[in-house]
């Protein structure tokens, strides 16, 4: 197994290759999750073969945008089907990966632990005091992609999509949580302010 080389590729087709409107689903998403992972992995005991196994998830876990802007964890685990048993994958290895990636698909539905952690990781920024920032790019995207036209239907969306959204692990759950509910007053709040 070449994880060094697997994400040599990815990163370098995702830095290349994704749509310039994609202000969220980005290569600096990615290189977030993937320092998001690494963390809540170690954190959360993960070593060795299963930490190289979550790494390459989050590497890949949004590919699929170069494939298919529809369905891109579907196409992400297809790429990753096509391209990691190059890097010396086996298929036990590659069904992992895509188990996990099929679990950050909203609404999420880890069954493992790797899984839990890559959702978590996927969405960390919830928590963080980065999440405005983060928030207005995915904001900027949407309405790129013409699913939000105004401000109000964003944090409208952000409400309920916050008030539905738990963490999964204990470290996301101590670390990340009540950020979040930190960040969710201020979006009610903003609400308040803008009827």
Known sequence: M?????????????????DPA?????????????????????????TGEELELLKTAALFHDSGFLLDDMDHEAASCTLVSEVLPGYGFSPDQVLRIRTMIMATR??????DHLARILCDADL??????????????????MVAFGQLRTEREWNELQVRFIRAHRYFTRTNREHREPGKQENLQEVEQWLQRHP
Do not use: C, N
């Not at 994609?22 to 993960?46: L, N, P, Q």
């Not at 909203?106 to 069954?111: D, F, N, S, V």
């Open 124 to 141: 960390d920024y919830l928590g963080r005091a980065d999440f405005r920032l983060i928030g207005d790019t995915l904001f900027q995207e």
């Open 2 to 18: 070449d994880p060094r080389g697997a994400k040599a590729y990815i990163l370098a087709r995702l830095k290349r290759e994704l």
């Open 106 to 111: 909203l609404p999420q539905g880890p069954e």
């Open 22 to 46: 994609r202000t969220y689903h980005s290569f600096h998403h990615t290189i977030d999750v993937y320092a998001s992972a690494i963390t809540i992995g170690e954190m959360e005991g993960v």
